[in-house]
Structure formats: structure tokens, C-alpha cells
């Protein structure tokens, strides 16, 4: 017995390190803010990309202890360096990110207190505060109030969640997957095959449906596919709606598809990662009429609400073809297993324990309210007029006028190939690397891509990419040898 308080005294000491003091916690505190200030109030001066790669040696984990201050030195210059700096207004590339100071805080409060907001018994408070997220989703979306919902960690699972669900839902399994067919837009964001696959159903039939001059579905391509399908004794059964693409920003004719959707008994599946939120915005409400028909949604908080990335969010009309693959009780639950409890996160997810992350989407709103958010989202779609305006007079050629805050542009010219200029031009612009822009391929034509969402991204922002890209034009045309 002796030994035995001997031994756990001196395993105390040893972990003590883990519990700082308060003293601790405030240098650690003054540490990290002055890094944040650092990394906010400079970011404008430093570029949205930098080509490299880390020295991994200094990344890996030793045998010899750092300060925080030797840790944050990697962290700044082998982590923070290189590649795109996603919280930046520079980043108009790909989907860009954002980064709320609050949700920042969010979740630092989330960690310290780590609610563990999987279950409503263990946690009440925090599961509500999800479950009220939910349905605040619900209302904007126009869901009915027994749809159910689950925060996920990004786009990616939520639309897995979903597809999982429209799978449950029209029972399809063994003998019935080679005859059942989903329809897909060819501009449908990779992870719904992803998720077609995770969830067994990678011999199912997949149709690429047709696409209007603005990448929009042809909703009567649609309902012709489906026609032809039903008569050779097929078995259609669900249809994927985006509400913006990745590539262009094309938000599908969702209410006509949902006619479709309804006609023919699919399971209607909208994926609204990128553009959901434009839902907002008094201009391009419009588009959105029919999103509430949907028998799923698929919303990223961590794009259109420009919080930093971990936060998607799925609602699904059938709580019970959700709950066939994602609930379920162990024995050593039982106490949470109470029927007459809200909703638990964990009966709705494949995580169990997971992130309190409701806590980094719940502090921003209430704090900015929904306004300001409103406000970013309208002038996204303003800048995106503002550059493309720009681009003309510049004497780009620019795609056709975006449903959304996504369009390309391109160089012009005969006196060369004009791919090989504009992707030449392309890797000007990275190795300069003020601005971050990505390039995509419309019709074999290699295209420049804006996509504007960051919530750091201003007038200013376009009007040094603008300087960037004739920086970038005139360094190409000489490499061309071009007047
Ligand atoms: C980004 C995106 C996704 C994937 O979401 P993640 O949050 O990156 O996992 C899905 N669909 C669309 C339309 C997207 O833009």
C-alpha cells in the first residue's frame, strides 16, 4: 500500500505539465493571440500562395521538447508558408475558405469545456444547441419542421449521410443495385461518386444527364432519361441537384427537377455546399425556389458562412430511411437510449463521439447577427460583376454571366496556342502568388476560374489581382513573343 501511493504521487508530478496554471495559461494565451495578430493584421502583405514544401524533419515528432514559441516558429514557417493561405481575401481560387475570429473562439471554448455533444443525455445543453442550428437551417431552407439534421464535419460526409439515406429509403441492395439508376449532372462535385461508392452502390447505373449553355441541367433530358429507363425495366431511383457547381456556379432548375423528382417517385438530393447560403441574398433568391422541395440538403458553413473549414450540414426529410443505417443502441448506452429524448447527433451521424462543433456556427451568429453574413454574400455577387467588368476592359474574353460568385476568363489570341498561353499565363499568376486563381477546362478550352466567397475578399482585393493578372499578361506575352 505504501509502494502503491509512493508510485501514484510520483505518476502525478510526471503528468502535472498536462493542467497549466492559470499563469501558464495566460502566457500561452498572449502566445497564440499575438500570433493571430500576426497572421490577420499581415495577411494582405503576404501572398494567397507560395509554391514549396515544408522541411518535414522539423514536423515530425522527436524526442527533444519545444516551447510554445519554438512551436509556433514551425508552425509559421513550415506550416503557415506554404501552399494557399485559405483564410485569405487573396484566395480566389478552388472554393475558397474562411476563418471567423469568432468561431476561432467558438471553438476554443468548445475544447476547453469539451461538451460532449454526441448524445442528448450527457449533454443536453450542447446537443440543443445543434439541434437548434438544425432547425434554424430548416426555416431558411424552408424544410418541414420533422425533417432532421446533423452537423457534419464538412460537405463531403453530409452528402454521404444523405446518399445513404436515399439508398435506405428506396431499399437498394443485393440483386436490385445493377438495375437502379441515379441521375447526375457531369458537373455534380466528385464526392457524390465518392459517396455512391462508400455505400456499396458502385455498380449501380449512373446517367450523365445534359447541360443547358450554363451548365444547368436540362430538366427535360431528365424526365426523357427517366421515361426511356423505366421502359427497359430499370429502376431509377434518385437524381442529385446542385445548388451552385464548383466549376461554374450553375445552380440547377431545382424546382423543375423536383416536378421530376416527384412525378417518378426518386429521392430528390440537392448539394448546395458551395452556393446554399446565396439563398439569402435578395438577388439570387430566386434561383433557389424548389430547394425546399428536396427530400435532402447539403449546406458548408465552412464556405457559404465563411467559417474556418469543419463544419458541413445535412437535412433529410425521412427520419426514418436515415435512421435505418445510423442508429443504433449498445448496451452500455442504455441510459441515453430514451425514445422520448430530442434527437441525439449520434443517432443521425456515422461519429459517435465527435467535435463539439455547433459551438463555432452558434457564436458567430449570435453575435454578428445574420445581417452582416447577408450583407459579405451580396457583395460577393457584386465583386464578381466588379471583376468581370474589369476583365472586358482589360480585354479578357469572360464566361457567361454566372448564376453565382464562379466565372472564368481567358486570353484571347491567334498568334499561338491559345491553351497552352492561357495555361502558361496560369502559372504566372501561381508563381506570383499575390492572388490565388484557379483554371479549369470548359469544352477543352483552358479557362481562368474565379471563385469569390472568402469573406476577407474586398474591392481592394480585385482591384490588385486586376494588377496582378496584367503583370502576369505582359510577362506572358513576352515569353510568347507576342506584341
Ligand atoms: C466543396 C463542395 C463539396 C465538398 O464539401 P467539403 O466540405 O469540401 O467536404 C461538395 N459539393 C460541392 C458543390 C462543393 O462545392
Redesign the pocket.
Known amino acids: 500500500m505504501p509502494d502503491l501511493i509512493e508510485k501514484l504521487k510520483m505518476l502525478e508530478e510526471r503528468s502535472s505539465s498536462l493542467e497549466p496554471n492559470a499563469y501558464e495559461r495566460e502566457s500561452s494565451l498572449r502566445l497564440a493571440q499575438a500570433y493571430a495578430d500576426w497572421f490577420i493584421d499581415g495577411m494582405e502583405d503576404r501572398p494567397s500562395y507560395k509554391a514549396g514544401n515544408p522541411d518535414i524533419s522539423r514536423l515530425a515528432i522527436g524526442d527533444k521538447q519545444l516551447s510554445l514559441d519554438e512551436a509556433l516558429k514551425v508552425f509559421r514557417e513550415e506550416v503557415n508558408q506554404y501552399g494557399i493561405n485559405a483564410a485569405s481575401g487573396g484566395h480566389i481560387g478552388y472554393?475558397p475558405g474562411g476563418g471567423l475570429f469568432l468561431s476561432a473562439i467558438g471553438d476554443y471554448l468548445a475544447d476547453i469545456s469539451n461538451e460532449y455533444a454526441g448524445m442528448y443525455f450527457g449533454s443536453p445543453g450542447s446537443v440543443s444547441m445543434e439541434n437548434e442550428l438544425i432547425n434554424w437551417l430548416k426555416g431558411l431552407f424552408g424544410f418541414p419542421d420533422y425533417a432532421v439534421g446533423n452537423l457534419t464535419s464538412?460537405?463531403?460526409?453530409a452528402?454521404l449521410i444523405a446518399l445513404t439515406a436515399a439508398r435506405d429509403k428506396h431499399k437498394i441492395k443485393n440483386d436490385k443495385i445493377q438495375s437502379s439508376v441515379v441521375y447526375l449532372s457531369p458537373q455534380v462535385?466528385h464526392?457524390i461518386q465518392k459517396a455512391i461508392r462508400i455505400i456499396g452502390l458502385e455498380d449501380v447505373i449512373i446517367r450523365d444527364l445534359e447541360l443547358d449553355d450554363f451548365s444547368r441541367i436540362k430538366a427535360d433530358h431528365l424526365q426523357k432519361q427517366i421515361e426511356v429507363d423505366h421502359s427497359s425495366g430499370l429502376n431509377p431511383f434518385l437524381v442529385v441537384a446542385?445548388a451552385?457547381?464548383?466549376d461554374t456556379g450553375a445552380v440547377d432548375p431545382l424546382n423543375d427537377i423536383a416536378d421530376i423528382a416527384e412525378k417518378n417517385n426518386l429521392w430528390y438530393h440537392v448539394?448546395?455546399?458551395?452556393?446554399g447560403f446565396f439563398i439569402l441574398c435578395e438577388r439570387t433568391k430566386n434561383l433557389f425556389k424548389g430547394i425546399e422541395r428536396a427530400d435532402s440538403l447539403?449546406v458548408?458553413p465552412?464556405?457559404g458562412l465563411f467559417l474556418p473549414y469543419g463544419l458541413?450540414a445535412v437535412l433529410i426529410k425521412d427520419k426514418e430511411a436515415l435512421f435505418h443505417s445510423h442508429h443504433y443502441t449498445a448496451n452500455y448506452m442504455q441510459d441515453a437510449a430514451d425514445p422520448n429524448l430530442p434527437l441525439n447527433p449520434a443517432d443521425v451521424s456515422p461519429e459517435l463521439t465527435k467535435h463539439f462543433r455547433g459551438m463555432r456556427l452558434w457564436l458567430p451568429l449570435q453575435i454578428h447577427g445574420l445581417d452582416p453574413f447577408v450583407a459579405c454574400l451580396e457583395e460577393k455577387l457584386y465583386l464578381t460583376d466588379y471583376f468581370r467588368l474589369e476583365l472586358e476592359k482589360a480585354g479578357f474574353k469572360i464566361g457567361p454571366e454566372p448564376d453565382l460568385s464562379v466565372s472564368y476568363f481567358w486570353y484571347e489570341t491567334n498568334e499561338c496556342d491559345q491553351n497552352e498561353f492561357n495555361r502558361t499565363l496560369m502559372q504566372n499568376i501561381h508563381l506570383d502568388g499575390h492572388i490565388f486563381l484557379s483554371s479549369t477546362k470548359i469544352e477543352e478550352m483552358t479557362v481562368i476560374r474565379m471563385a469569390i466567397l472568402s469573406f476577407r475578399t474586398k474591392k481592394r482585393t480585385i482591384d490588385s489581382c486586376m494588377e496582378m493578372i496584367l503583370r502576369c499578361l505582359e510577362k506572358t506575352k513576352t515569353q510568347f513573343g507576342i506584341a
Open positions: 472554393i464538412g460537405g463531403s460526409i452528402n462535385h464526392c446542385s451552385g457547381t464548383t448539394d448546395g455546399a458551395y452556393g447539403v458548408d465552412h464556405k458541413g
